[in-house]
């Protein structure tokens, strides 16, 4: 993922939102030359402490928010740009949560998004099926059969790029999305 994140994250500019932070591993790739100040948000306590401690050492100014992303609390239009890195596995409502970055950024603003998705390949996409209820249990409500992409494009998501690749084999295809409002 290092090389992943630090092309996607590295295209971030202006006003910065990041959703699902985690525990800030994407923090040192913001482009100090690009970047004004970073917004991140996690809905997880725990994480929320690890990436207090990774905010302080980032090359931007980073502000922690605990939200989850169906509940953003930015106004209309604020955002140059949403990073959001393996989030959308877990999030409880994808649509909602899309609809939210959508809403927060600006009119030409970018949604980089990297996540694992569902496979294309439909034996794939059934063995994916019967796994998932195990991966929500046992790993924090991931969900590895959920289709992103189609999702991005229901939020209302245009000018849509993204690049595959597979990493851990054909059952978990990695997609990173570049979009704009
Ligand atoms: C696999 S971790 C990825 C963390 C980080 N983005 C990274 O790339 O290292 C998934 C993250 O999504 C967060 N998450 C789960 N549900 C969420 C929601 N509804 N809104 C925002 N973040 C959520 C989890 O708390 C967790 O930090």
Redesign the pocket.
């Known amino acids: ?1 290092e090389p992943i ?1 630090k092309e996607l994250v590295g295209q971030a500019k202006g006003l910065v939102l ?9 923090f040192a790739y913001y482009n100090p030359a690009l970047v004004e100040r970073v917004e991140a ?4 306590s725990a ?1 929320l402490r690890y990436a207090r401690t990774r905010a302080t050492a980032a090359p931007v100014p980073i502000k922690l928010t605990q ?4 509940q953003l609390p930015f106004a209309d239009e604020y955002f140059d740009s949403v990073v ?4 959308f ?5 994808p649509l909602k ?1 899309l609809q939210e970055i959508r809403r927060v950024l600006k009119p030409g603003g970018q949604l980089l998004l ?1 996540e694992h998705v569902r496979a294309r390949v439909p034996f794939n996409a059934f063995i994916q099926d019967l796994i998932t209820p195990l991966t929500r249990l046992f790993l ?3 969900h590895w059969n959920r289709n992103t992409e189609q999702t991005v494009q229901a939020a209302g998501f245009q000018e849509i790029t993204r690049e595959r690749s597979m990493p851990v084999g054909e059952l978990m295809p990695l997609v990173t999305i570049q979009a704009s409002r």
């Open positions: 993922m994140r990041e959703v699902g932070a985690g525990n800030g591993l994407n948000t996690e809905p997880d994480m939200t989850p992303v169906e959001c890195t393996l989030v596995c877990s999030v409880n409502d949560g990297v924090g409500n991931c």
